[in-house]
């Protein structure tokens, strides 16, 4: 009589073999296919790691374990021509308009930060030569395993050399899936979160990366 038992989660296994060497012959072939289905079932199951979509617009909540403010951000992002914008407000954005800006970051011409304030109607130059943050920068990301995050099915990975964890979830697309994100921690010295609502994909308004009128006046303020 022959046995196999297969433990199919450490991919471990014991044989006792029935009597002759056809039986024999037979029954490691059967066990090693079922060992090498076992190793691909798992290589194919660790997803790569998330990407960035390549055009997309979310709310971003800041928030901090020390106290209770949150701070309200609107971002934009557009790799293709290698611009972004987060607008940082007093409150949360709404499609109503009910909200006031208190100074916007702009990545432009792939290499520029500006600051833009509207209050003092000027603007400052912070960066030169600084690229924008590339969809890929999860890339060297850990995979932890898959989490209920706010009542979603997602993602969990980690950035092991900053310490950063980030979740995600996949969403279907007019041009296919992709990987939104739901929150990622910010760095050991920064506690805290940023948690991201109203994530929309797609083509961005090129109007919202141009510089205000006002950036011809030159201060010297940071955001």
């Not at 395993?145 to 979740?167: A, H, M, P, V």
Request: charge should be neutral.
């Amino acid at each position: 009589q022959k046995v196999i038992l297969v433990d199919t989660t450490t991919t471990s296994f014991h044989i006792t073999f029935c009597k002759g060497r056809a039986m024999k012959g037979v029954s490691v072939v059967v066990v090693l296919l079922v060992i090498v289905c076992l190793y691909l079932q798992k290589v194919e199951s660790k997803p790569n790691p998330p990407v960035w979509p390549f055009e997309w617009n979310a709310t971003l909540a800041k928030i901090n374990p020390n106290n209770n403010h949150i701070w309200w951000t609107k971002f934009y992002y557009d790799y293709h021509s290698g611009q972004a914008r987060f607008d940082f407000m007093n409150g949360y954005y709404n499609m109503n308009q009910q909200w006031s800006l208190n100074c916007s970051i702009y990545f432009t011409n792939k290499t520029y930060i500006w600051m833009s304030f509207p209050d003092k109607q000027g603007c400052f130059l912070d960066h030169v030569h600084v690229p924008l943050i590339s969809p890929w920068w999860l890339n060297t990301a850990v995979f932890k395993g898959n989490e209920d995050f706010r009542g979603t099915y997602s993602e969990k990975w980690e950035l092991e050399d900053l310490q950063i964890y980030y979740w995600t979830r996949k969403v279907e697309t007019p041009h296919g899936p992709v990987m939104i994100p739901l929150r990622s921690t910010n760095q050991i010295n920064d506690p805290g979160a940023t948690d991201y609502f109203d994530v929309v994909v797609g083509p961005q308004n090129p109007e919202l990366f141009k510089l205000p009128k006002y950036c011809s006046n030159r201060i010297n303020q940071g955001c």
